[in-house]
């Protein structure tokens, strides 16, 4: 028995995760926790028990409510990696490629986050759109202007949610209502810094939004920054469409690659995330890969602006760090359920497969490790911060006579993705708390 009358909850149910990190798709099926009747004892936010019920019921303290979800299926909370705040209300705008995109859509919407009670109105939005589709860690850009980070900051600490974000920099090639210059955005992060990271489970990330919409000298100063704060996180965009490739050679021409713009300014490393690189030449996978800097791949803002197919069989050759990510608004679901099944589409272009549980890694464990949170989140090992989601294998009445025909959890697992979507998020917990219950 576990004594003490903090606050302890117990959850029952079938459960799903992957034990450990991986290098290769291949070891997962010996990795993978399946209980059919499990128990999850959670104090204070954190993992105290996780195990079959028959041996953890002595655990519970008579005290104790048991949270009972027969029928449903629990696995750790969903790891986006990558995603805009500003972009939730121009997704699906509609007949561009990345950078008509930009111009047309994102940088208008983007204008409206100098005013702050306009973005804490959709700070608020876009939590309870996270929340409603399972995702309980984000990597997030919000816009240049500091209220965006404070707005954002603000409402994921009501519920003690786990969020990196930052302040994008970006000082030409966007409209002036968008522009910072090298020092404002120096020290407008620092303040952000010094205020947010580390402050409860918010973290802060270093945003130059890509290498076209920063000078060199910019980017030197967001490389400052990262060295006067080591453990904040670098994120930006790299090598997503042919034409922005060709104008970072036009912008950089003294670079050797892409990448290699980012790199001389030592943004990359452990803690660097780079959304899409889809097109990359063998020397950057090398450069990623010995950095130890991570990739989010994006596969709905990929087929939707019309971008490319991410190359994730090279991306395990080279064991490289990569999670899942919807990259909102360019992407179309903040769904990860359909954010896997289009990978899957992905994949099947390229002839590569993706299995069930490929796909739950990279949007669990995997996201966490790409974004070094694997320590505190991404699966149900004790100690680790209680964030999770209660899906619903029968939320629909295809999806209910698919699952009642799945011939294990591996093809139960596989059709919740390619049939899911929000209404599939039957309970969101973050920080041990009930944040998200389905409204029928
Ligand atoms: N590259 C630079 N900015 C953006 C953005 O907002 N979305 C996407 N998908 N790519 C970008
Ligand atoms: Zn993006």
Not at 33 to 47: Q, V, W
Not at 58 to 84: E, M, R, W
Request: hydrophobic share 40%.
């Amino acid at each position: 028995m576990i004594d003490g009358s903090q606050s302890i909850s117990a959850i029952r149910g079938q459960f799903l995760d992957v034990a450990d990190i991986v290098d290769c798709p291949s070891k997962l099926e010996e990795k993978v926790r399946h209980l059919e009747d499990g128990l999850l004892l959670l104090r204070n936010g954190r993992i105290e028990w996780f195990g079959e019920w028959e041996e953890g019921r002595q655990k519970v303290p008579a005290s104790c409510p048991i949270h009972n979800y027969p029928d449903k299926l629990i696995v750790p909370g969903f790891v986006d990696t990558h995603i805009h705040f500003p972009q939730a209300e121009i997704v699906g705008a509609y007949g561009e490629q990345l950078l008509e995109w930009l111009d047309n859509y994102a940088f208008p919407a983007e204008k409206q986050y100098k005013d702050e009670a306009y973005a804490t109105k959709m700070a608020g939005f876009f939590i309870d759109q996270l929340l409603r589709n399972g995702t309980t860690t984000a990597s997030v850009f919000c816009t240049v202007h500091p209220e965006s980070v404070e707005a954002l900051f603000s409402a994921a600490e009501k519920i003690n949610m786990r969020i990196i974000a930052g302040k994008v920099m970006m000082d030409r090639n966007a409209p002036d209502y968008l522009l910072d210059t090298p020092e404002t955005a120096y020290t407008e992060s620092k303040q952000l810094i010094e205020k947010w990271h580390k402050r409860g489970r918010l973290l802060y990330a270093i945003t130059p939004r890509f290498a076209p919409t920063s000078t060199a000298e910019q980017l030197e100063m967001a490389g400052k920054l990262r060295q006067a704060f080591p453990d904040t996180y670098v994120q930006t965009h790299l090598s997503e469409n042919q034409d922005e490739i060709d104008w970072v050679k036009e912008l950089f021409p003294q670079r050797s690659n892409y990448l290699d713009v980012y790199h001389h300014h030592g943004l990359t490393g452990s803690r660097s995330i780079f959304a899409h690189c889809i097109h990359l030449q063998e020397k950057e996978w090398e450069c990623l890969h010995n950095t130890d800097s991570a990739i989010a791949f994006c596969p709905t803002s990929n087929l939707f602006l019309g971008s490319g197919l991410f190359n994730l069989s090279h991306a395990w050759d080279k064991k490289m760090n990569v999670g899942m990510a919807t990259d909102i608004g360019g992407g179309t679901s903040f769904n990860m359920l359909q954010t896997l099944s289009e990978a899957y589409k992905v994949m099947q272009l390229q002839k590569q497969n993706f299995s069930a549980y490929e796909a739950f890694y990279l949007a669990t464990l995997g996201g966490a490790k790409a974004l070094s949170l694997d320590h505190v989140i991404g699966n149900f090992s004790i100690g680790k911060e209680a964030d999770f989601v209660v899906l619903d294998p029968a939320a629909t009445v295809l999806q209910a006579k698919r699952s009642e025909k799945s011939k294990n959890v591996a093809d139960l697992l596989f059709s919740l993705i390619i049939l899911g979507d929000d209404r599939s998020i039957f309970h969101t917990y973050v920080d041990g708390r009930l944040v998200h219950k389905r409204d029928n």
